[in-house]
């Protein structure tokens, strides 16, 4: 039957042979592989505390043909001393500390940033709305002007064309120069047109007086100025022959604007039409005044 048996499964396998040696070698190895690997060590295992025989050339984590006597040396990992364990975690504590304050003063750098940027958004904000106010003002600046500058074209226009009886016409050019607003005058008579500069006497009768004169009446109504009018020695560049004019001029201008005038003057054509007139004279460095 045993025959039998042989046929069936064949020959007899050959004993394994077993080497305990090699087999307690190779266990070591890999204890010593595994232990290496724990950051916190344990105590060793009792296998680690043999010492391997010198004899041993196998491999000892990935290690190929260590000499006995290196592998003999080899001292099991002890567990980390109190001493050094507390440097650890002081060390990470530090560690710790200083990586909050980074973070701590990248948190400040970002909301400063962030601050910057809102300040900045508000700032162009109120640029913007700057602009615009300063655009309507000037808008409005410029409307202003350009009524200032008829009403006064037409006060000066009429005051010419009663004093003389021609047919004159002022014109005012507003120019800005080097950021300020600047008026040029322009006298036309007879076709013919002329800047006026003062003073401007060039033109015969005094025209440039009766410009000046309309143009402080002009203003002076333009302003909103309240209470009587002080005028001293107005139109004494007008010749004789316009001087009566000149008078019918500043009384009309009284009654339609219900303004006083208190005129000094050494023209008697002007005094003719007041209402109250006073003489003053000095004899004897003495002045006396009376009623004309």
Do not use: C
Request: proline share 5%.
């Amino acid at each position: 039957m045993s025959k039998n048996l042989n046929d069936l499964f064949g020959k007899k396998p050959a004993p394994i042979k077993m080497d305990y040696a090699e087999m307690e070698l190779r266990v070591v190895a890999q204890s010593v592989e595994l232990e290496l690997k724990v950051v916190e060590s344990e105590p060793i295992s009792p296998l680690l505390a043999r010492q391997v025989p010198s004899s041993y050339k196998g491999t000892v984590t990935g290690r190929i043909n260590v000499p006995g006597p290196e592998l003999q040396q080899l001292q099991p990992p002890n567990r980390v001393d109190g001493a050094r364990r507390d440097r650890l975690a002081a060390d990470i504590r530090q560690a710790v500390k200083r990586l909050d304050v980074r973070q701590g003063k990248k948190e400040l750098l970002e909301q400063q940033r962030d601050d910057s940027v809102m300040k900045r958004l508000e700032a162009q904000q109120q640029l913007d709305t700057f602009d615009k106010v300063q655009i309507l003002l000037q808008k409005t600046s410029d409307y202003a002007r350009q009524q200032a500058k008829s009403r006064i074209e037409e006060i000066v226009t009429s005051a010419l064309s009663v004093v003389f009886g021609k047919e004159y016409s002022f014109t005012v050019d507003l120019q800005v120069r080097s950021n300020r607003p600047e008026a040029d005058y322009y006298l036309t008579s007879e076709g013919v047109t002329t800047q006026l500069k003062p003073p401007d006497y060039d033109r015969g009768g005094g025209v440039a007086d009766v410009v000046s004169l309309a143009l402080r009446l002009a203003v002076g109504e333009l302003e909103g100025i309240a209470g009587p009018l002080f005028l001293d020695e107005v139109g004494k560049h007008v010749s004789a022959e316009f001087a009566p004019n000149v008078a019918y001029f500043l009384k009309e201008y009284s009654s339609k604007f219900g303004r006083q005038i208190v005129l000094i003057t050494h023209n008697e054509a002007l005094a003719a039409v007041s209402d109250h007139s006073l003489a003053v004279t000095q004899k004897s460095g003495v002045s006396k005044v009376s009623v004309v």
